[in-house]
């Protein structure tokens, strides 16, 4: 089948188009709060192949541009939404003149006539922060879909390409996108009461039956490397730190146009706060600002230290100084050069100092790495480590959007890792030496904290996997 044949089959289907959805509308329902999940609402959002316009409709865009080579299907989605913006033309060659935030492609790739020369048509509706959400029938699926079309279960279509995940992200990777996370959902589409419920909600999200999800979800970001060099934050909780605070000024290299450093003291008993004070006065030249936090934890006073801060880049640099000050411009250099968005410290690739770690959090650390993997579906050594960067215009939106998770996390690390996983930002890891203390001891209590980890991970499962 040809491309004029395909256009006039699917010009032909718009008239059944409505009946079929509605047949179908557990499918198309799981659908859509999927891509809800992944796409604030509010965002600049791109439809390639957006037949009808509900899906595009679904997640809510602030402004939303459908494109479809078939003018039935375009006359009934501008009936249907006229409150959005729908093209008549192929993706393959269309001219596009405006970037968007989010460019969406579901049930797609299987019709395309040429799917390489699609995505890298989409480079040019991309800017270097785009999100591209790709899904896809699941290859295991083709004898029941084949059946189903037969019984009557679903709209018949043309021939189709079968593409693996694999297939996509390589011909992502040829068109100049990086793919961030890949995900299968939905294992009921038509609607059984409970077991639907049940299969799509949890069975299919465990590791055992991942693989027999009908829906393949692939999300991907353009792979550009940023020149610039920005302005850098560098936040300092600390509470009893008082032996670490001018080490913490003297061991961090100069790097980024501008530099600043906020220390952030919490309710200390060892003079913390005096010496905060006495180093800022001794360090002009520093642009150090110095803060008591308002609240109790780690986790608020990291949040308090951001909102003061006025640097490109947010750096936390714990006060112990177990993550090595002289190792920040490793992290500031994969965030500049677009390798990650998120840059999360590694502690767990070099030998450590014989007390840096006892054995017991060396284990604990281990585990949560591989379950927040799962859970994240972007790999993660150490959840754990202190020292983390992104980008503040990501914080922004993190916080903007903290009350999807709530104000759970007295730590900040899990606040921040979740709040970038729901963004689909690009987790990188850089391996740092972990040290021992110089000074003062742990404040971290391995078997209470544990547990509270514990409910933390539970209630990400649920938030990020299980929704």
């Known amino acids: 089948m040809n491309k004029e044949s395909r256009k006039a089959y699917f010009d032909a289907a718009a008239g059944n188009i409505l009946r079929w959805r509605k047949k179908n509308r557990s499918y198309h329902r799981l659908l859509e709060e999927y891509y ?21 409709a679904a997640v809510a865009p602030e402004y939303g541009v459908g494109l479809d080579f078939s003018r039935e299907m375009i006359t009934l989605a501008r009936q249907r939404h006229p409150e959005l913006h729908f093209v008549e033309a192929d993706a393959e060659d269309y001219h596009f003149t405006e970037k968007f935030d989010y460019i969406l492609l579901s049930d797609l790739v299987g019709s395309l006539w040429d799917v390489q020369k699609v995505f890298e048509n989409m480079r040019n509706a991309s800017h270097d922060r785009t999100r591209i959400i790709i899904s896809n029938y699941n290859y295991l699926w083709e004898p029941l879909i084949q059946m189903g079309e037969r019984l009557g279960f679903k709209q018949k279509q043309p021939l189709q390409n079968w593409l693996s995940v694999t297939d996509i992200r390589s011909i992502l990777t040829l068109a100049g996108f990086e793919t961030i996370r890949t995900e299968k959902k939905i294992i009921f589409p038509k609607n059984v009461p409970l077991l639907s419920w049940l299969f799509n909600r949890y069975v299919v999200n465990l590791p055992i039956f991942r693989g027999i999800g009908l829906t393949n979800f692939i999300i991907a ?6 020149n610039a060099f920005p302005s850098v934050t560098l936040v300092v909780p600390a509470r009893n730190e008082k032996g670490n605070i001018e080490n913490a000024i003297l061991r961090t290299p100069e790097f980024g146009s501008f530099q600043e450093f906020i220390f952030v003291e919490g309710n200390s008993l060892d003079g913390t706060w005096e010496e905060m004070l006495r180093v800022k006065a001794a360090y002009p030249d520093k642009n150090i600002r110095v803060i008591r936090q308002t609240g109790k934890g780690k986790g608020n006073a990291v949040r308090e230290g951001f909102e003061q801060a006025t ?11 177990t993550t090595p000050p002289e190792d920040m411009p490793k992290f500031y250099d994969a965030l500049r050069k677009n390798r990650g968005e998120f840059i999360n410290g590694c502690r767990l690739v070099y030998p450590m100092e014989k007390q840096a770690m006892r054995f017991l959090n060396l284990i604990a650390n281990k585990a949560f790495g591989l379950i927040f993997s799962y859970l994240l579906g972007q790999s993660l050594k150490d959840t754990l480590c202190g020292t983390k960067v992104l980008l503040r215009r990501d914080y922004e939106i993190i916080r903007d959007n903290r009350s999807y998770f709530g104000d759970f996390d007295p730590f900040g690390d899990f606040d921040l890792l979740f709040g970038a996983a729901k963004l689909n930002l690009k987790i990188a890891e850089v391996n740092v030496r972990y040290k021992e203390r110089s000074y003062g001891s742990t404040q971290i209590s391995r078997f209470k904290h544990g547990w509270l980890l514990i409910r933390m991970t539970v209630y990400a499962a649920r938030k990020l996997k299980f929704f």
């Not at 809800?36 to 595009?56: H, M, N, W």
């Not at 970001?221 to 940023?226: F, L, T």
């Not at 490109?312 to 100084?321: E, N, R, S, V």
């Open 36 to 56: 809800s999940f992944f796409i604030p609402r509010g965002s600049k959002v791109l439809e390639l192949g957006s037949g009808t316009g509900d899906l595009l």
């Open 221 to 226: 970001r353009p792979a550009v490397e940023r």
């Open 311 to 321: 640097g490109d880049m947010l750096f936390i640099l714990d006060a112990d100084l």
